[in-house]
């Protein structure tokens, strides 16, 4: 990350918020960031640096979360950085508002930004909040919000290679009763590199089957609830379970058998739910019917699967 790392790091450090604890977590990195990260360190007292050996995305973010001791947690990707006033607007956002996330919009760059631009502040409550979570209207990702930082005790990030936000987010969300969300973009994330977890070809379908599991899981919850976005969030599951599967009967990776059978078994205990579902279209609810009704005859759903998907 040493290519982003100074844009990073000073758009943090020079922050219009200034009583910040900033930790930099090197999660084994091989290039000059280890370096980097002590340089800042050396220079501003607010920065403390944890080097510790290579565990992932979340085991990071685990790190970190285990060493505050703020009120309120942030957390920015290395090669992303942030808007000069972002962390004042988000804090006063939560203590204006007795609310426990603070939202803001994300940009992919500053040339999408428009002088005249005019910030709308919407408070939500759980019962607003908590269905647009699960239906992922509110994105997961961490990085755009600012969070109460008792919302973390005994939540941890799972340590996977994809998603690892989809996961946490529930259960995060579901111990807030306000959230505030602003439509001002603070936050600016970079997609360019082809070495990043999202665009690595070889964790695509790793991202598609955890996205699969977040989904049957979120739909598991609003089902318990009674929520009347349960049909949306049951297509999105069957919509990233049929592609997963179909990944995974191409390129069939060394867990390829435990992944297809833990999807086979949510689309047969859900089976009817899904076949009357309006919002499922008519070439996936044929696709899950050859599955259940075929077993092992994984060639016609490659056929379906390469027609229509």
Same mark, same amino acid.
């Given at each position: 990350m040493e290519k982003y790392l100074?844009?990073?790091?000073?758009?943090?450090?020079?922050?219009?918020?200034?009583?910040?604890?900033?930790?930099?977590?090197?999660? !084994?990195s091989k290039d000059l960031s280890p370096a980097i990260c002590d340089e800042y360190a050396s220079k501003d007292s607010r920065i403390k640096v944890i080097?510790?050996?290579?565990?992932?995305?979340?085991?990071?973010?685990?790190? !970190?979360?285990?060493?505050?001791?703020?009120?309120?947690?942030?957390?920015?990707?290395?090669?992303?950085?942030v808007r000069p006033h972002m962390f004042e607007t988000l804090l006063s956002l939560c203590v204006e508002n007795n609310a426990q996330i603070a939202i803001c919009e994300m940009y992919k760059d500053e040339n999408e930004l428009k002088p005249d631009f005019a910030p709308q502040i919407k408070v939500l409550n759980k019962e607003e909040f908590y269905p647009l979570l699960l239906e992922d209207l509110i994105s997961s990702h961490p990085c755009n919000k600012l969070f109460r930082a008792d919302l973390f005790k005994g939540i941890r990030f799972p340590l996977r290679n994809s998603v690892d936000d989809m996961m946490i987010m529930p259960a995060i969300f579901d111990k807030c009763h306000e959230i505030v969300c602003t439509n001002e973009p603070l936050y600016f994330y970079y997609i360019g590199r082809a070495d990043s977890v999202s665009n690595n070809r070889k964790t695509i379908h790793i991202n598609s089957y955890e996205r699969s599991v977040a989904f049957m899981e979120r739909y598991v919850l609003a089902k318990e609830r009674g929520l009347l976005?349960?049909?949306?969030?049951?297509?999105?599951?069957?919509?990233?379970?049929v592609g997963t599967l179909g990944l995974l009967l191409e390129r069939k990776n060394e867990n390829w058998e435990k992944e297809i059978n833990m999807i086979l078994?949510?689309?047969?205990?859900?089976?009817?739910?899904?076949?009357?579902?309006?919002?499922?279209?008519?070439?996936?609810?044929?696709?899950?019917?050859?599955?259940?009704?075929?077993?092992g005859q994984y060639k016609w759903f490659l056929k379906i699967y390469k027609l229509f998907f």
């Open positions: 100074h844009r990073c790091v000073d758009s943090i450090i020079n922050q219009t918020y200034e009583n910040l604890e900033i930790i930099l977590v090197d999660d !084994g080097h510790k050996k290579n565990g992932g995305q979340g085991d990071a973010r685990n790190c !970190g979360i285990e060493q505050a001791t703020g009120d309120y947690l942030g957390f920015i990707d290395s090669d992303d950085y976005e349960a049909d949306v969030i049951l297509k999105k599951a069957v919509s990233f379970s078994t949510f689309l047969k205990k859900n089976s009817q739910e899904i076949y009357t579902n309006q919002k499922i279209d008519i070439a996936r609810k044929f696709a899950v019917w050859i599955l259940l009704n075929m077993p």
